[in-house]
């Protein structure tokens, strides 16, 4: 499969900071990228589509303002999340599709956000 | 929009059985059924995916079965092993388009020595 790599693999930072997650495809251009978001012991749940050269999309629910999406090249997509309070942490993991028509969808190994 | 039950959400099975985990889901329209594998602290890992004009697909130990009619699909592990021991998802989507995939909320599988 596609290999997804996101840095940093774990984070902790204290209330009112900002925190900035990068993915990256390596061995394919994603014109999309997915950012998800997972509590323990739940399932995925996607806050955002993030499409090169384009604002994202959020789901609903989710405060645009507030997990800051940009996907300024076709291998590089970033999440910051600002202003973080304790609330906010979550495992992140992003996710990217081929430029192609194919819709298989291959995940980063996750970046873990605790804010103190 | 779509919505993806999964069951059971806890399996434990003997080393050397099979391990079956069932889901269902809503839309007509989605087309492509991925299954993940995740471990604990990592990203979900695409092990299997059939698409809707396709019945069956096996892939050595694991196989997934598709009714379009009734709207359910089943990822089938045979020959159990321990390292096979991880939360599984299914997920649905509709290949057009958007793409958003929507996962069912997951199996702790447990396989014992």
């Known amino acids: 499969g596609a290999v997804v790599s996101q840095h940093p693999s774990w984070v902790i930072c204290k209330s009112g900071t900002s925190v900035k997650i990068e993915c990256r495809s390596l061995?394919?251009?994603?014109?999309?990228m997915f950012w998800y978001r997972q509590f323990p012991k739940q399932s995925l749940m996607l806050m955002a589509t993030s499409n090169e050269g384009s604002k994202a999309t959020y789901e609903q629910g989710v405060e645009k303002d507030k997990f800051l999406i940009n996907h300024a090249s076709l291998t590089l997509s970033t999440l910051t999340v600002t202003s973080a309070h304790p609330e906010d942490s979550s495992f992140y993991i992003c996710s990217t599709r081929e430029t192609s028509v194919t819709d298989t969808q291959y995940f980063g190994p996750g970046t873990r956000l605790t804010v103190l | 929009g779509e919505n993806v039950e999964q069951h059971p959400s806890t399996l434990s099975v003997q080393e050397g059985d099979s391990a079956v985990i069932k889901c269902t889901y809503s839309d007509s329209a989605s087309n492509y059924f991925p299954w993940y594998k995740q471990e604990l602290g990592k990203g979900p890992q695409l092990i299997i995916d059939i698409r809707s004009n396709v019945g069956e697909k096996k892939d050595q130990r694991i196989a997934v079965t598709l009714n379009k009619t009734a709207k359910h699909f089943s990822l089938h592990i045979t020959e159990t092993q321990p390292e096979d021991s991880a939360v599984y998802f299914c997920a649905a989507s509709n290949s057009g388009g958007y793409q958003k995939v929507t996962f069912g909320t997951g199996t702790k599988l447990q396989v014992i020595p």
């Open positions: 061995d394919f251009q994603a014109t999309t």
